[in-house]
């Protein structure tokens, strides 16, 4: 069993920067893919990056180019920095961990941290 704790979330205006972290601890850590999700109101939830055990990221296209996923496993901690937000991007975000086959398979979920991108 993996628990997971995000943290990072909070309130920026549009064009700002935030960077998510999420901490996991449980056994065999590092063996497992990473991703991130968001769900906005009344919208579905949308997967937003994945990262593999040795590092290879993969964005939606949504926020290419703006967000970049990275990973520690030393610290079995992974990253989600944010930049150029948008108010689109006003979500709960959500930290996981996974399988990663032709598609990604969340296994754990973090509790979740507000992005809110507003003037």
């Known amino acids: 069993q993996v628990q997971l704790v995000e943290s990072g979330g909070g309130l920026v205006q549009p064009g700002g920067s935030l960077r998510l972290s999420c901490a996991a601890s449980g056994s065999a850590i590092s063996t497992y893919a990473r991703g991130w999700y968001r769900q906005a109101p009344g919208k579905q939830r949308e997967l937003v990056a994945t990262?593999?055990?040795?590092?290879?990221?993969n964005n939606a296209d949504s926020v290419k180019g703006r967000f970049t996923l990275s990973r520690d496993n030393a610290e079995n901690t992974v990253y989600l920095q944010m930049n150029s937000l948008r108010p689109e991007d006003t979500a709960v975000y959500y930290c996981?961990?996974?399988?990663?086959?032709?598609?990604?398979?969340?296994?754990?979920w973090g509790q979740g941290t507000q992005v809110t991108v507003s003037s």
């Open positions: 990262i593999t055990n040795d590092g290879r990221a």
């Open positions: 996981t961990a996974g399988r990663i086959s032709t598609v990604y398979y969340p296994r754990s």
